[in-house]
């Protein structure tokens, strides 16, 4: 490619096979933004089904049921990170990111009165799961299981530069919760905004964490090959919420084939 | 459940919920080709498609390629095996799986001229792919290599026993090779014998191994934990091959929906 043809204006994946320059941190952001434009999972047929209002109960359910297995994982995936690092100052700005999701202990002040988890699984039983069917993971997909354990790994075993950067599908999540909250209350009469209430707080927390995480990006990917790197790890992190709606719809829309041993909506064998 | 009911009349979620005695060989042995009789791939409808003579070439095509990315890393599956035991006789035995599929070094002698790995390039090329596309990887679908890294992870980290017994699907292929090879001869006239020749050592390779495998797990499952450790490790293995069909057969054949940059047959966009 001619090295002034701006980064925005190509694929993530030909940006991957073409560039050999280093970039200024604007164009790696606008490269990193691109991946979110051409593969976050809010532009997979599963959300644009529930945005539209045509999943079935059952189906709302069984993504519910999934998620929760990726949203379980968070804080372990934050805790692999923190245990990284030499540096005080990151661990303790990456920490926020667990209080968020387990919430605060006792004693504990200054952030939201229930963690992430508790507030998905609020959700879950307000779709009409068993709560304690959802924790027990045991009704999951085998896919997402798998899509979670690649996330772990991918943080536990690449460079801190590439488990950075695979938090940064959070720059792209806004715009998702900003569609889908509107969507799921108009379109679903058994959904309230307290079954909806673990969006809210992330329309704060996704932008702070997205900020901090972005800048140490641009700030460590120094060297084209480093660059080359963190936009990989977001198509990767792409890829894995990619596949767990891939495997979602599989299972629960078409052609409906749920694995042996899977969460089977109630009225269906 | 009445423990005397016979193990083998259980489903195997049945046989994991309810056991709490100490099964004989014999009945764990059962047990064990239960789960195979439940969840072994060959019954995905993917596999029955493909018996069928149901597949278009580019089907075929996404198949052999996806399970390139599985056939690679099973050398590596049991190198980690290999790197947890103290037992120089185990490691004898278990090497010969390494052999097999990466083919025999200079000098050697004794085993097959090609290895599986080399073999399975041969049906790749011969279903039309371009083999250089193939050993990238790049091209599979993420699902696919979600599920490979679930498997290394399985047992790089879990018991030995439960290692050993994520092998035990070998017990059943020869039987699904016994369906594949006839019936893919006889319904795709671009498939030779040749092509398939990667099959034709796994009917001996295949029982050799599951016999060592068997005998080992048998003698070493001496808790009912450990009975339920080894059936468990057997339905991940399942669920494991079965997640990637089902992924297979959801980017290529229903609803047919290629997730983005993974492998496109010619003539499709």
């Known amino acids: 490619m001619p090295s002034d043809r701006p980064v925005a204006a190509l694929s993530a994946a030909d940006f991957m ?9 604007a164009e790696l952001e606008a490269a990193l933004r691109r991946v979110g434009a051409e593969r976050y999972h809010m532009h997979h047929p599963f959300h644009r089904l529930m945005n539209a209002g045509g999943l079935t109960r059952g189906q709302m359910q069984a993504w519910a049921l999934n998620r929760y297995c990726y ?22 700005e990456w920490r926020k990111r667990i209080v968020d999701h387990d919430g605060p202990a006792d004693g504990e002040h200054g952030g939201e009165k229930d963690g992430g988890i508790k507030r998905w699984l609020k959700l879950a039983e307000g779709v009409g799961l068993d709560v304690d069917r959802v924790v027990s993971q045991r ?37 998702a919760i900003g569609e889908r909250v509107p969507a799921m209350l108009a379109r679903y009469d058994y959904i309230t905004e307290e079954t909806l209430s673990y969006f809210t707080p992330r329309l704060h927390q996704a932008p702070r964490d997205a900020e901090h995480a972005l800048a140490l990006v641009t700030a460590w990917a120094d060297t084209p090959d480093k660059q080359r790197d963190a936009i990989g790890a977001l198509i990767t992190k792409c890829d894995i919420l990619w596949a767990m709606l891939d495997a ?17 909506p109630a009225g269906t064998d």
Chains 1, 2 share one sequence.
């Open 17 to 25: 096979a073409a560039t050999d320059r280093l970039l200024t941190p």
């Open 71 to 92: 949203q379980a994982a968070i804080p372990r995936k934050d805790a692999i990170i923190l245990s990284r690092s030499d540096d005080p100052a990151f661990r303790r």
């Open 139 to 175: 009704y999951a997909l085998p896919a997402t299981r798998f899509a979670v354990g690649a996330y772990l790994d991918l943080v536990a075993s690449s460079s801190m530069l590439v488990a950075v950067a695979s938090s940064l599908t959070e720059l792209f999540s806004p715009i």
């Open 248 to 264: 979602l719809h599989f299972a629960y829309v078409e052609p409906g084939l749920v694995p042996p041993g899977a969460f089977r």
